[in-house]
């Protein structure tokens, strides 16, 4: 019997190692990793710069708490803001603390209580967050739900704008959802979202949590988009495997979120600091960015190539790219991991691809190969 509550449902490989885009089980089998511990693990496994950013600062000072000042706080939040609509930063631990952050904020602001969300979107498992994500098997025996989320069909203009009335304070989505399905935002929605947004004075809220940090090969995905977002929270790939969220909001917000509005003990804790700016100088780098947009193409080529188009549809953007099946994708997943090759779903029947955005155009072609052979492999 297990000493843990049996809340996932994990596969029985036991990873110990990894370096790179590979990682390694008890007895020393390869696995590449396409997942990056779903979207986290940036620039792969063991990174000689996130290493020494730990180790220095590991002997320096761990923990201080928000009773002080952070300079490193300061450039942090710099290094996320610049170039972007906002000017403000919060701190904490993870996505669905980004975004309980960006619904207080919002309800703050606003005075008022309605945020609109999107089906299958996923927003994370905190109470706020829960209530917020548009799948009903998240919030399955935890209601009543807070009534604070009107949620509608993703890419609905009509539906869209039958929701609205004066009591929306904001309109919260992900660009991509990644884990509802790897469901892009269409343009046209995006306009409509943009356009009543800057009607009716309604905050436009982007959960980058998944998309953010150059996983769509830009620093942002919004940036595919029309949308000028008033908040964007961050958290999976900001940290590279530390555990880091944040909240960027427009300068409007800012006296909203005054002192004791909000808070967190950990947030922003020096060791995540120094491990997220890191991150963020190597991936933000012009170079970088468009390499990871160069190997999205490549690994986008390579699929539409092997795999029959009237059977698959290749979904996503950046190294954030779905496999749409016919069927369920439970078998090929553990097909693939037999073979090596460590990927995960995203709603019921899409595999979805997630390397570490240092992943080479060499591994790309490893993980083709083995994918198209479990894929294609006729099941008995
Ligand atoms: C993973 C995810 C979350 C939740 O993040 P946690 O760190 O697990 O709380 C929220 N939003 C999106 C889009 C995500 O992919």
Not at 87 to 105: D, P, Q, V
Not at 301 to 307: I, V
Not at 334 to 341: N, R
Not at 346 to 359: H, K, Q
Request: hydrophobic letters at 40%.
């Amino acid at each position: 019997m297990s000493a843990l509550f049996n809340n996932y449902a994990r596969r029985s490989v036991h990873l110990v190692k990894g370096k790179g885009t590979y990682v390694y089980d008890e007895q020393g089998k390869p696995y590449l990793d396409f997942t990056s511990g779903i979207a986290v693990v940036s620039l792969g496994h063991a990174h000689p710069a996130i290493v020494n950013a730990l180790k220095e600062q590991s002997e320096k000072l761990w923990h201080i708490s928000n009773l002080f000042e952070s300079p490193e706080q300061e450039q942090l939040a710099q290094s996320l803001l610049k170039n972007t609509p906002l000017s403000r930063a919060f701190f904490c631990n993870s996505g669905a603390e980004a975004n309980e952050a960006a619904i207080k904020l919002a309800r703050k602001h606003t005075a008022k209580h309605v945020i609109i969300t999107f089906e299958q979107s996923f927003h994370g498992r905190t109470f706020g967050a829960m209530a917020a994500t548009g799948q009903e098997k998240v919030k399955l025996g935890f209601g009543p739900m807070l009534d604070t989320f009107r949620t509608i069909p993703f890419n609905d203009v009509n539906a869209l704008e039958a929701a609205i009335d004066e009591d929306v304070a904001a309109i919260m989505l992900e660009v991509i959802q990644g884990e509802g399905g790897v469901n892009t935002v269409t343009p046209a929605f995006a306009s409509k979202i943009q356009e009543l947004c800057q009607a009716k004075d309604i905050l436009c809220i982007v959960d980058e949590v998944q998309t953010g940090i150059g996983r769509t090969g830009t620093k942002y995905a919004y940036e595919h988009t029309v949308l000028q977002p008033d908040i964007i929270t961050l958290a999976k790939g900001l940290g590279g495997g530390f555990p880091i969220g944040a909240m960027l909001g427009s300068e409007k917000l800012a006296e909203s979120f005054g002192p004791g509005a909000h808070g967190t003990t950990f947030g922003g804790n020096p060791l995540a600091v120094a491990v997220a700016q890191t991150i963020v100088e190597h991936v933000f780098d012009e170079t970088f960015l468009l390499s990871v947009q160069q190997k999205s193409r490549y690994l986008i080529e390579r699929l539409k190539f092997s795999l029959p188009a009237n059977l698959f549809e290749i979904l996503g953007e950046g190294l954030l790219i779905g496999i749409k099946c016919k069927d369920d994708v439970t078998s090929i997943i553990k097909l693939a991991e037999d073979q090596g090759l460590l990927i995960v779903q995203a709603g019921p029947n899409v595999i979805r691809l997630l390397p570490p955005l240092t992943v080479t155009e060499k591994e790309i072609d490893e993980a083709v190969e083995l994918l198209t052979t479990v894929m294609l492999v006729p099941s008995e």
